[in-house]
Structure formats: structure tokens, C-alpha cells
């Protein structure tokens, strides 16, 4: 099973662009649908983003679409959440996890990473 920590979280601007990082140690990386899911204050857990074991195919939220770009790159075992145009309502804590396919809903969704906590002032 894989290990996954975030990074690149931190407080910005409204407006701004900011990448968000998951890297992934233990074996197998190539074989795990990714996800990147949010959990705002006071809100339950969200589905973001999501990218298939070899990228080419990818799914995003109402609510970020074509803001935010999901990618990786499985020689390096990272997955990267690059948020664009970033606003108030996208401040969260944010995970990725590891999926055995690509799914949307939170349940598939074992290991979780730590989360990182993104906030957007405005």
C-alpha cells in the first residue's frame, strides 16, 4: 500500500494561483486511480479532482472546473492539484488519496493522505 503526504498548502490572496503536491512512497504508484478531495470549515468532505492510473483520463467538481488541473507523474510518485483563480469559497483542507480505479465518491477512496490547509482571503 502506498503512503501519501501534501504539501504546498498555505494562506493566499483571492485570485492567485497556488500547485498542490501529493507524493506517494511504497510500491505500486502506477497502479492507483488518484484523488483529490476537500473538506471545508464547518462542511463535510468533497470530491475535487480525480486522475486515472495513467492520466489520460480525469474528472473535476462543478466548482473547479477549468480552474483547476489535476496531472501526475508516475516516475516521480506525485500528484499535483494546480488551482488557478483561487477564491474565499475554496479555502479547505485538502487530501489525496489513493484508489484501486477512478471514482469520485470518498468511500473508494483508502490510503488518505494528512491533508493540508489552504485559505483564501479576500
Known amino acids: 500500500q502506498v503512503q501519501l503526504v501534501e504539501s504546498g498548502g498555505g494562506l493566499v490572496q483571492a485570485g492567485v494561483s497556488m500547485r498542490l503536491s501529493c507524493a506517494a512512497s511504497g510500491r505500486s504508484f502506477s497502479n492507483y486511480a488518484m484523488g483529490w478531495f476537500r473538506q471545508p470549515p464547518g462542511k463535510e468532505r468533497e470530491s475535487v479532482a480525480a486522475?486515472?492510473?495513467?492520466?489520460?483520463?480525469?474528472y473535476y467538481a462543478d466548482s473547479v472546473k477549468g480552474r483547476f488541473t489535476i496531472s501526475r507523474t508516475n516516475v516521480k510518485n506525485t500528484v499535483y492539484l494546480q488551482m488557478n483563480s483561487l477564491k474565499p469559497e475554496d479555502t479547505a483542507v485538502y487530501y489525496c488519496a489513493a484508489s484501486s480505479s477512478l471514482a469520485v465518491v470518498a468511500t473508494s477512496y483508502d490510503p488518505w493522505g494528512q491533508g493540508t490547509q489552504v485559505t483564501v482571503s479576500s
Open positions: 486522475i486515472s492510473r495513467s492520466g489520460g483520463t480525469t
